[in-house]
């Protein structure tokens, strides 16, 4: 796979992966590539929720496969429907060859974390349209919402039984996320399940002509994947330090959520996991004509509003996709709590003064 001497570090640490990349991103795209090729007359086709994480709209166009969205559920806190799956790939089949379906799990923008029933359901699903899994699992240490609990793909589909458990599933992981947080230090791997072993010897030659991720990145991930373990020196104060930053998110996922619900014209789902919310707002006629003068969505255009008064920095909804005609944007709930509670004391300051503009 990489280097001789990864390789024998990745043996020695037994690391369930297959393949190491500079970030999921890398990853995903590499695994993402083994799709591109026509069948049947008719180009490829990768489901994606929307909204998304635009790695995977950019992804899908730069290797020319079709994109086909499947809309997460608002009303049920961005749930997933098998019903709009079901839809979706049909309609789809019209025009390409559907072959995959992404997951992000928890998910980006959406902060949602998929009960055990639901990724049954989805994998199921999967079975019967003969889809490729891919899980995005990189948020899968930050889970809030009491309740939420989180289930890997891989997990699931084993414990279910022939025939799922020889379904073709890679799942995604990052050291740039989570507790750790450290987005500069690009690391990832791909955990690849049952893959054809003629695909798969051609995905291993495709990436180690790369050679490996940096050497960082390579400590990162093994770090991670290899946590102090009980009886070790640095145990309590890893966890202490691990938990501690988990609980602080916690509170500042309750806190965003609250505080955007306590708005005029805004409502927000629970943060119940990963690192964002993504509120929507309900935008006064005014402001809609406003933008559509400046020439930019009105998303967009609130979003610059904001920018420009307050220097909050958020990303318009239609960077990730949303139903046609609702308003969304993503925030995170990184910053520190008392930056936070000022920034959003600022944001909510704003939002009346633009609502009285516009109304
Ligand atoms: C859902 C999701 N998948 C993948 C990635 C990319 O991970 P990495 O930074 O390791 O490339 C991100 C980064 O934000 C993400 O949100
Ligand atoms: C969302 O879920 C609700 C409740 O299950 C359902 O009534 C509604 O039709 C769903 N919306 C979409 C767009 O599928």
Redo the contacts with the bound molecule.
Sequence with gaps: MKTASFLLSLESLLWPLDAADS????A?KNVLKLLICDINGKRPGVMIPIPQ?P?YSATLAEFNIQQVGYYLNESTNWGLDISELKRAIEEARKTCYPRAIVV?NPG?PTGQVLSRENIEAIIKFAHKEKLFIFA?E??QHNIYAPGSKFFSFKKVLVEMGEPYSKMELAS?M????GYMGE?GL???YAEVLNMEPQVKAMYLKAISAMLCPTVLGQACLDIIMNPPRKGEPSYELFQKEKNGVLESLKLRAKMVADTFNSMEGFSCNEVQG?MYAFPQIKLPSKAIEAAKKAGKAPDVFYAFELLENTGICIVPGSGFGQVPGTYHFRTTILPQPDKLKAMLDNFARFHKQFLSKYS
Excluded: H, P
């Design positions: 970030g999921a991103s890398d995903i994480y790695l992000i980006n995005d990189v948020y995604f990052s050291c740039s996320k987005c690009r690391g990832g990963a």
